[in-house]
């Protein structure tokens, strides 16, 4: 792990009056890009070419007088591969414009997650050491993170003989990068039908399969919940609700619109749905959960703080799914920007305009952040 006192060398650089806030150009950039608009920061987005004309083109920003009229991409830089970010010109040029990083998921996807925590020398608005955790099967992955804090999180089987209740096997998708070959089952049989019609598929692989993590299928409706954790807040509690979504899946959002009927005619590529990520939407919780929400972030937050200093910083998403008890399932954990964010963006959220009294989206509370750290001389706490 990169010595953080490098970090803050190179933040020594920095002219803090001309910060820019730089992010990959996939997942939650958009939020995070106009966050930063709305707080009077520049932006600068670094994408890869093929997919980079949302950024440079259709949300490319315009400012009259220095304000922005329209759009929210300031500046972008278009590489063949997301990787080349961490090329060392590419750093020193990042260093020069005095860009404060903010990490997605789409960063730690598409980058070597080793040269991320060792060779990435920019100031990040996060925390780095947490980034590992979020990949399933390391030795200290959000699961071992979730037991060491007594949080709850479906059971899982180890063998997929003792399968005896409805399950989710997790596991990556073979072809799609950032998705998933997840599939149900109720027993050993109908676990090896679906996997094999997956395997004959390429959905999954026998490696991936072997490797996947078998659990419990919490049968209940799923929020994601959007907290903000701020180490330099003082006076009020630091732990924030900014929002809750919920996604939209391929195929099985188009399997649950089909009458039972209709889905017993579906053919074998058919009728196993995948998991795919195509959308998100807002959602609100009963009122008499939220208190258990907060309780789920207090304990991740002071968990990360024992096993992963100096802990989380800003963004973290708990994703969950609530049982017929109104029992709360952490079943993923992001430890950055969620992926459900742009459903804020520039709106809010009903729960983060309540406690902002503005509009305010998880993009515009890390702007935010950055603003008060500069303020404050304190960007040395939100960064690593």
């Given amino acids: 792990m990169l010595d953080r006192r490098v970090v803050f060398d190179n933040l020594r650089r920095y002219d803090l009056g001309k910060v820019k806030v730089g992010v990959l150009a996939s997942h939650s950039a958009l939020d995070v890009a106009d966050g930063a608009i709305e707080e009077g920061f520049r932006t600068k987005l670094y994408c890869q070419k093929g997919r980079e004309k949302t950024y440079t083109d259709y949300f490319k920003s315009r400012r009259v007088n220095g304000k922005v009229v329209r759009g929210v991409v300031d500046e972008y830089r278009v590489y063949d591969r997301f990787k080349e970010i961490m090329e060392e010109k590419e750093q020193e040029n990042m ?99 679906k996997s094999g019609k997956l395997l004959d598929q390429g959905v999954i692989t ?123 399932f952490i079943y993923d954990v992001a430890p950055r920007v969620g992926g459900g964010t742009n459903v804020h963006m520039s709106v809010g959220h009903p729960y983060s305009n309540t406690l902002w009294r503005t509009n305010v989206s998880t993009g515009r509370r890390l702007a935010m952040e950055i603003k008060r750290a500069i303020k404050e001389d304190r960007v040395e706490e939100i960064v690593t």
């Avoid at 990083?101 to 789409?106: A, G, K, T």
């Avoid at 040269?115 to 996060?126: A, H, L, N, Q």
């Avoid at 979020?134 to 063998?159: C, N, Q, S």
């Avoid at 910083?313 to 799914?321: D, K, R, V």
């Fill in 95 to 193: 260093l020069g414009e005095n860009i404060l990083f903010v990490p997605n998921r789409s960063f730690t996807s598409y980058v070597d997650l080793t040269r991320i925590e060792d060779e990435f020398r920019i100031p990040m608005v996060g925390s780095r050491n947490l980034l590992r955790s979020e990949e399933r099967g390391e030795e200290k992955d959000y699961y071992w993170l979730l037991e060491k804090a007594d949080l709850p999180y479906p059971k899982r089987i180890d063998d997929p003989v003792d399968i005896d209740e409805l399950v989710v096997v997790k596991m990556h998708h073979a072809k799609k990068k950032l998705e998933r070959g997840f599939f149900t089952a109720a027993s050993y049989e109908e676990y090896k039908e």
């Fill in 206 to 328: 026998d490696e991936l399969l072997k490797n996947a993590r078998i659990e419990e299928y919490i049968i209940g409706p799923v929020f994601n919940f959007d907290f903000f954790y701020s180490p330099i807040e003082q006076e009020m509690n630091p732990i924030e609700l900014l929002g809750v979504d919920w996604r939209f899946e391929t195929s099985l959002d188009g399997h649950v619109r089909l009458p039972a009927t209709q889905q017993l005619t579906l053919n074998d590529k058919q009728k196993v749905p995948e998991y795919t990520v195509c959308g998100h939407n807002t959602a609100t919780v009963r009122e008499s959960l939220l208190e258990k929400g907060f309780q789920l972030a207090e304990k991740y937050v002071k968990a990360t703080k024992e096993y992963y200093k100096p802990g989380i910083i800003g963004p973290f998403c708990l994703q969950t799914c609530v049982d017929k008890d109104n029992n709360f």
